[in-house]
């Protein structure tokens, strides 16, 4: 069973900067891909942004220049950085682990989910 909680989420104002952290547990996280997906209100659960095991990234394009993922294999987290945040940014933000593809940016390869964390950008 793998454990994965996110935290750093909160309430920030357009153009601001969150960095967001995802500890993972229960299994070691080098030996997958992590993602990081957000799900607005009313909306489906969408790709932000992923790492493979040996730290090649893959973005969003709504994302693009504005996040930047990365990993510390030696500690099991996965972070996102991002930066100059819209209003659209705002949705609940949630880590993923993938066991079996490797930068993947659909949802059902992702093998094993966090409970989310809320990222509100205020105009």
Do not use: H
């Not at 299994?27 to 790492?51: D, H, L, Y």
């Not at 996040?67 to 933000?93: F, G, H, W």
């Amino acid at each position: 069973q793998v454990q994965l909680v996110e935290s750093g989420g909160g309430l920030v104002q357009a153009g601001g900067s969150l960095r967001l952290s995802c500890s993972v547990s229960g299994r070691t996280s080098n030996t997958c891909a992590m993602g990081w997906f957000r799900q607005a209100p009313g909306k489906e659960r969408e790709f932000v942004a992923t790492i493979s095991r040996s730290g090649s990234t893959l973005y969003a394009d709504y994302v693009k220049g504005r996040c930047t993922i990365s990993r510390d294999n030696s500690n099991n987290t996965v972070d996102m950085q991002m930066s100059s945040l819209k209003p659209e940014d705002t949705a609940v933000y949630y880590c993923s682990a993938d066991y079996r593809f490797g930068l993947s940016t659909s949802v059902v390869n992702y093998d094993y989910w966090g409970q989310g964390t809320q990222v509100t950008v205020s105009s």
